[in-house]
Structure formats: C-alpha cells, structure tokens
T-cell receptor
Framework: AQKITQTQPGMFVQEKEAVTLDCTYD???????LFWYKQPSSGEMIFLIY??????QNATEGRYSLNFQKARKSANLVISASQLGDSAMYFC?????????????FGKGTTLSVSS | DVKVTQSSRYLVKRTGEKVFLECVQD?????MFWYRQDPGLGLRLIYF???????EKGDIPEGYSVSREKKERFSLILESASTNQTSMYLC??????????????FGPGTRLLVL
C-alpha cells in the first residue's frame, strides 16, 4: 500500500487565486513528520513547509499553509495568491519516527500550472 | 546556504557502460541519499549513507552500487548501464539527527539517458 498518495496528477489555477494540493498518508506510527517540496522545471527540489504529527497548529510559511487533518490522515498544501513562478511539480513526503534521520517517503507528485 | 552539487546535469551513455554519478555537499552533513525520479512514480530511494564507508540499501538498489570515501562526497555507480536505468537521479543530504523535522537538501539532478 502506498504510504503517500497524491491523487491529482495535474492542477490548473489562475494567477492570484488560491489552490489546494491534496496529500493523504498512511502510517501506524503516532510520531511522524510531513513535508512538501517544490520542483521547478530546473529539477532541484525545494523544501517548502513541514508539519509534525504532534504540532497543535497548522504550519504556515508565507503564502504556503498546510491543512493538516490528523484523523483523516491528510496534509493538503494550500498556496494563496498563486504566482506564475509557482508553476512546478509538488511532492508530499513523510518521515516516520522509527525512520527518523533517514530517508523520506515521497508521493508521486502533482503538477501545478498557473496561468495569467 | 546549503549547497549540494551533482557532477553532470545531463548524461548520455551506452548500454553496458559503467556510469559514475557524483554528488558533493558542503554542509558537513552526515547523511547522503540517492533517489531516482520517474514520471508517475515520484522519488524512490536507491541507497543512502549515514557515515563515511557506510551504506544502506533503499527501495530499489538492484543494478546500483554506491561509494562514500569522504564525508562530503557520495557516488552512485551503475556497473553496467541498461536502458531501464534511463531516469532523473537526485542526490540529497541532511544532518544525522533523531529529529523528525530534519529536512533534506537536494542537488539539481542528473538526467541520464542510456541508449
């Protein structure tokens, strides 16, 4: 079974609008961390935002926020006021407590296209 | 700024060739990782290393080997390249820590084409 599921292969949004990229995860570990990365066409993965399973509040970083619903095991990325430069592939990833310090588990990604 | 560099952005090799992909990081990170990225499959871990001369297999190690002789450098080796190894290869590094929050820093990737 997939540990990280991103069900939207592609999303389209107009400039200045908000967009939500979906991510659901599967773990039995009560302690885990969730990450979102952006990958522009240049290829480099850029870290955007982190949410810990015990964090009381949803994470926010500038225009990025994470809609964390623990009971539903979802960690959706919300990008407010989209910009043309937001066009990229976005990956959701997870690290479980028993794998701390090691590799991340990635979803298959969502391609976001922002139009003017 | 953390810097992770990879020796080539694009590489074209022939089937059966031995291929070396080099990765260097300048942040004194203990952990280094090699991922493979394919359309529709996301990133999959090939190997990682948590110290010099130490290595651990990831999810898809078959057909690959790695070398870590110095802390800052982690090499991925395709002993005999095959067409199904045509892919994007991403190197990453991070500090050794028991914390969940420790993020990984990625290089720009190497797009390998095996003919």
């Amino acid at each position: 079974a997939q540990k990280i599921t991103q069900t939207q292969p592609g999303m389209f949004v107009q400039e200045k609008e908000a967009v939500t990229l979906d991510c659901t995860y599967d773990t039995s570990d009560p302690s885990y961390g969730l990450f979102w990365y952006k990958q522009p066409s240049s290829g480099e993965m850029i870290f955007l935002i982190y949410q810990g399973s015990y964090d009381q509040q949803n994470a926010t970083e500038g225009r990025y926020s994470l809609n964390f619903q623990k009971a539903r095991k979802s960690a959706n990325l919300v990008i407010s006021a989209s910009q043309l430069g937001d066009s990229a592939m976005y990956f959701c990833a997870m690290r479980e407590e028993n794998q701390a310090g090691t590799a991340l588990i990635f979803g298959k990604g969502t391609t976001l296209s922002v139009s003017s | 700024d953390v810097k992770v560099t990879q020796s080539s952005r694009y590489l074209v090799k022939r089937t059966g060739e031995k291929v070396f992909l080099e990765c260097v990081q300048d942040m004194d990170h203990e952990n280094m990782f090699w991922y493979r990225q394919d359309p529709g499959l996301g990133l999959r871990l090939i190997y990682f290393s948590y110290d010099v001369k130490m290595k651990e297999k990831g999810d898809i190690p078959e057909g690959y080997s790695v070398s870590r002789e110095k802390k800052e450098r982690f090499s991925l080796i395709l002993e005999s390249a095959s067409t199904n190894q045509t892919s994007m290869y991403l190197c990453a590094s991070s500090f050794e820590t028991s914390g969940l929050k420790e993020t990984q820093y990625f290089g720009p990737g190497t797009r390998l084409l095996v003919l």
